[in-house]
């Protein structure tokens, strides 16, 4: 299952290789035939969109080398890969879990996170996801922080 997004919604998550308005987002999806469904409102009908693989993993290498810069004082950091002689690959099956488990969480609870934060934290589940942790792993972890955030709050 893809995650769907908003002309508007992909143009400010300011994606390597995409363009930062509405408009400009319409026309590239029109150009390239990306994938899109209808949603039917209040407001009218919207276009909503399947985001290409090949953007995403040029977002996920961009914010996991601005972290590396970031931590390279704090942290040994691993890129995944590159002593197997797999070269800067993505496992985009395991970036699009990351993706989805966090889209699920942010709508079941009502978490209202931007695009910039939801980047970061699929950045982070699939760091997760390649050091060997599974979905249901990180499911738990969630489940259990909201739990916690909730009694806290109570």
Not at 116 to 142: P, Q, W
């Amino acid at each position: 299952m893809k995650i769907l997004f908003t002309a508007a919604e992909i143009a400010r998550m300011r994606l390597p290789g995409l363009p930062t308005t509405k408009s400009s987002i319409l026309s590239r999806a029109a150009k390239e035939g990306w994938r899109y469904e209808e949603q039917y409102g209040i407001g009218g009908i919207r276009k909503v969109f399947e985001i290409p693989d090949h953007y995403l993993v040029s977002a996920h290498e961009d914010i996991a080398e601005k972290a590396a810069r970031q931590n390279a004082g704090k942290y040994r950091v691993k890129r995944i890969g590159l002593e197997k002689g797999a070269g800067n690959s993505v496992n985009a099956a395991k970036l699009a879990a990351a993706a989805h488990l966090l889209e699920k969480w942010d709508s079941d609870e009502n978490i209202g996170m931007t695009p910039d934060e939801k980047g970061k934290m699929i950045a982070v589940f699939y760091k997760v996801l390649m050091n060997g942790a599974e979905t249901e792993d990180l499911s738990c972890l969630l489940s259990e922080i909201t739990n916690l955030v909730k009694r806290k709050n109570g």
